[in-house]
């Protein structure tokens, strides 16, 4: 149990599908993050947000699009998306955006994505 | 650009050899954390590290922090079964997040 949940665990889609990823975190955070992990890159930042506005964008793709409602969860949409696509999609969740002492990253346990 | 490096990549060893995996950036940190990943798991927080020189233990595995604080080590003592999975260090890189190293995967063969 990490305070952090995701939904789905393991999702299949089409590449002319639309889906969701949906993040929910119980801890009292202000921050909210999407990583994405492959066998080529371990561990990716795609987004950050702290209080519901979008900090960080790391150059993804727009068939990737994040949505925070508020500052508990947090959803990424899938669209049209690549087979090389595929990958862990792990959300993550800390007090503040910050990278001071203390303020350590607590991740979910993640959303298999499969594009075919 | 900056970034945190992180060797080996993978490492076999047999249960009971130690273990060590090192965490190396081109610039001062102002503090480092380490996490584990399990298999099909997701990473959990082990430690952060924040002053020059630091040493921390937890039972079997040992955390340093380097000098200048630009590197970082976890040693593990007569690896177990259980330590198996990958070890990640993870770095600030600018004042709004962490840069996680690759990774070093641990296999230990009983």
């Known amino acids: 149990e990490t305070g952090v949940t995701q939904t789905p665990r393991h999702l299949v889609m089409g590449m002319t599908n639309k889906k969701s990823l949906k993040c929910e975190q119980h801890l009292g955070h202000n921050a909210m993050y999407w990583y994405k992990q492959s066998a080529k890159k371990p561990l990716e930042l795609m987004f950050v947000y702290s209080l519901e506005e979008r900090v960080e964008n790391n150059s993804v793709p727009s068939r990737f699009s994040p949505e925070c409602p508020n500052s508990s969860h947090l959803f990424l949409h899938l669209h049209t998306l690549q087979p090389e696509d595929s990958a862990l999609y792990l959300c993550?969740?800390?007090?503040?955006?910050?990278?001071?002492?203390?303020?350590?990253?607590?991740f979910g346990e993640g959303s298999w994505l499969t594009v075919v | 650009g900056q970034q945190v490096m992180q060797i080996p990549q993978y490492q076999h060893v047999q249960e009971g050899e130690d273990f060590t995996t090192y965490c190396n950036s081109s610039t001062t940190l102002s503090n480092i954390q380490w996490y584990k990943q399990r298999p099909g798991g997701h990473p959990v927080f082990l430690i952060q590290l924040v002053k020059s020189g630091e040493v921390k233990k937890q039972k079997r595995l040992t955390f340093q922090f380097g000098e200048a604080k630009k590197n970082s080590s976890l040693h593990i003592t007569a690896t177990q079964t259980t330590d198996v999975g990958t070890y990640f260090c993870?770095?600030?890189?600018?004042?709004?997040?962490?840069?996680f190293g690759s990774g070093t995967k641990l296999n230990v063969k009983p």
């Open positions: 993550a969740s800390s007090q503040d955006t910050g990278t001071g002492s203390g303020n350590t990253i607590y």
């Open positions: 993870a770095g600030p890189i600018n004042f709004n997040k962490f840069y």
